[in-house]
């Protein structure tokens, strides 16, 4: 592991590193906020996944969720969303390939070979941060759009990794969406039923969830009809899942709403992680 | 006046707006963050101007401002940094034209017609805030290095138009600096007198400063030897200028330096212009 730059912010280090990643068979670059109380001892960790054409670097930069971070004690991973590079299959469109991994492992090719974002996440680059920073194995898991259909799906195919899973305006059912059916069909192959592993509403339904879920969803989101927030709310609803879901009028999809609603996330989840909030 | 965007952010309305400038001879492009308290009626306004580089939207995305404005009732302003367009003059360096007005109005060729930064920022702006906005004509001002000198010298300069000043990593003493000698060399000419004008520090020592001020620097700014913070501690202190100047240990001159320290200067904004704070 590489230190790109690591500078001050709310009393902790807002850090960017990079490392060979054995996995996804590239560099891959992800982005670490420890707050002050990890000089006094490790602390948990909250997984912020980003959405479509993201870095590591949007929601570090625009997501306001460090300032919330050291008032509870907790760090941030904010991983990239894709394998990079030029050896890296690529496609014209803005939802395919670089930058929209999805995280599911890619069977397909030609993405097999490095779009493998879903082992990256919940093995390799946890594995990395849990050896390199001053973190506890107490994981919460949250993200925004495509990152929202991460975490809630990576939550409920791996309950024992993740203490807590919350969601920001996440694609709910990607295997009934424009955002979902393309990419789901290029990495997985085909056969829809094995998307459903990879859609929070078919998932929820299927295996339901340990404890209780916080989703936020902008009711003026220009993108409604590819998030399909609907069929989320019917499944925690069907589901009898303890949950919060909450439709929050006038606001749209851009990082204002991620940073108008972060601090209740970060918030949310160090009361699961810490207890105390 | 024509609306760009207008979302929803923190309870109130981040919007981006264009208007044609008659001072500065271009188009200008703006920002405006309304808090929710607007609905009930006008609120002051905090001027934020950005530095080198920076357009209206940097402070916008990075600083994270507007969750604190929403908290105290403060509209903030982000205006650019210069006119802009192909019929403006520019040069290749990011620190001289296009993105680097430094606030000032240009006497000489080629900026003179369109580099009219003081008096779009004090007259023009400001009047159409006042009439296309629920605000009051109670202003205060900030800004983040060739912003906080822009934001020290208009205060200082028009002390009846502001009732409220503070500033973040300041370029604290332009006149005696590379980040300042060449700009107001070419905006104002060779005449160094015509400078002081235009430098916080001599400023300070000249006219005084009706209230208090308040600076944050950081005391890792890779930027220390341009921007001079000596020189303004210096000049606060000896004129017993009401002031807290604080240098933070570990910070450098990044947007997490003035998102950590943002609310502390729109509080004290609040404070000042409406009390209670």
Same mark, same amino acid.
């Given at each position: 592991? $590489?230190?790109?730059?690591?500078?001050?912010?709310?009393?902790?280090? +807002?850090?960017?590193?990079?490392?060979?990643?054995?996995?996804?068979?590239?560099?891959?670059?992800?982005?670490?906020?420890?707050?002050?109380?990890?000089?006094?001892?490790?602390?948990?960790?909250?997984?912020?996944?980003?959405?479509?054409?993201?870095?590591?670097?949007?929601?570090?930069?625009?997501?306001?969720? +460090?300032?919330?971070?050291?008032?509870?004690?907790?760090?941030?991973?904010?991983?990239?969303?894709?394998?990079?590079?030029?050896?890296?299959?690529?496609? $014209?469109?803005?939802?395919?390939?670089?930058?929209?991994?999805?995280?599911?492992?890619?069977?397909?090719?030609?993405?097999?070979?490095?779009?493998?974002?879903?082992?990256?996440?919940?093995?390799?680059?946890?594995?990395?941060?849990?050896?390199?920073?001053?973190?506890?194995?107490?994981?919460?898991?949250?993200?925004?759009?495509?990152? &929202?259909?991460?975490?809630?799906?990576?939550?409920?195919?791996?309950?024992?990794?993740?203490?807590?899973?919350?969601?920001?305006?996440?694609?709910?059912?990607?295997?009934?969406?424009?955002?979902?059916?393309?990419?789901?069909?290029?990495?997985?192959?085909?056969?829809?039923?094995?998307?459903?592993?990879?859609?929070?509403?078919?998932?929820?339904?299927?295996?339901?969830?340990?404890?209780?879920?916080?989703?936020? +969803?902008?009711?003026?989101?220009?993108?409604?009809?590819?998030?399909?927030?609907?069929?989320?709310?019917?499944?925690?609803?069907?589901?009898?899942?303890?949950?919060?879901?909450?439709?929050?009028?006038?606001?749209?999809?851009?990082?204002?709403?991620?940073?108008?609603?972060?601090?209740?996330?970060?918030?949310?989840?160090?009361?699961?992680?810490?207890? &105390?909030?």
């Amino acid at each position: 592991m $590489e230190t790109i730059s690591e500078v001050r912010a709310f009393g902790g280090t +807002q850090g960017v590193y990079t490392h060979a990643s054995e996995v996804c068979g590239c560099d891959m670059t992800f982005a670490v906020y420890m707050p002050p109380q990890a000089k006094d001892g490790p602390v948990p960790v909250l997984w912020y996944l980003s959405g479509l054409t993201c870095t590591h670097e949007n929601a570090m930069t625009k997501g306001g969720l +460090q300032e919330h971070a050291a008032e509870c004690g907790l760090a941030i991973v904010y991983p990239d969303t894709s394998p990079r590079g030029d050896d890296v299959a690529n496609d $014209e469109a803005y939802d395919l390939g670089q930058g929209a991994g999805f995280y599911v492992n890619a069977t397909e090719g030609p993405w097999a070979p490095h779009f493998q974002m879903e082992s990256y996440v919940t093995d390799e680059l946890r594995a990395l941060v849990l050896s390199e920073f001053a973190v506890l194995d107490q994981h919460g898991v949250t993200g925004h759009s495509m990152g &929202g259909h991460g975490a809630l799906t990576l939550a409920l195919k791996y309950p024992d990794l993740f203490q807590s899973v919350s969601a920001l305006s996440p694609i709910a059912n990607p295997s009934a969406s424009d955002w979902g059916r393309k990419q789901l069909g290029a990495y997985l192959g085909g056969d829809e039923t094995s998307w459903q592993a990879h859609d929070a509403s078919c998932l929820l339904k299927k295996k339901g969830w340990k404890s209780d879920i916080l989703v936020d +969803q902008g009711a003026s989101d220009q993108f409604l009809e590819l998030l399909k927030p609907e069929s989320l709310a019917g499944a925690l609803a069907e589901t009898r899942t303890p949950s919060t879901f909450r439709m929050q009028t006038g606001y749209d999809h851009s990082y204002f709403f991620v940073s108008t609603f972060g601090r209740d996330h970060v918030l949310w989840h160090a009361e699961r992680l810490i207890g &105390g909030w």
